[in-house]
């Protein structure tokens, strides 16, 4: 039974850093993509960030240079850290585990993070 708890969100200014955890049971990570998607209000759903089991990472062009994924192997954790936040990056966050052989999908249950001075 995979599971997902995100934390780490909460009001941060703009400029500065943020970083979200999400902690996955019952994940074997090189099974498994991970990612961060965001949505904000009146918006639709979108990626963020991934991660491969190979450790390979892409990020949309918005946050390229100033997001990174990463993972802590012996704690099932994968990271979002964020830097030079911007308003527009106000969103609720989820974590999201993909099976790439059984085509599966996860999802955490979401977390806001708001981006205002």
Partial sequence: QVQLVESGGGLVQPGGPLRLSCAASEIIFK???MGWYRQ????QRELVAQITSG???KYADSVKGRFTISRDLPKN???LQMTSLKPEDTAVYY???FHVLVSENYWGQGIQVTVSS
Wanted: charged content about 10%.
């Fill in 31 to 33: 099974l498994y993509i």
């Fill in 40 to 43: 904000a209000p009146g918006k």
């Fill in 55 to 57: 450790g390979d990472t």
């Fill in 77 to 79: 954790t994968v990271y």
């Fill in 95 to 97: 974590c999201n585990a």
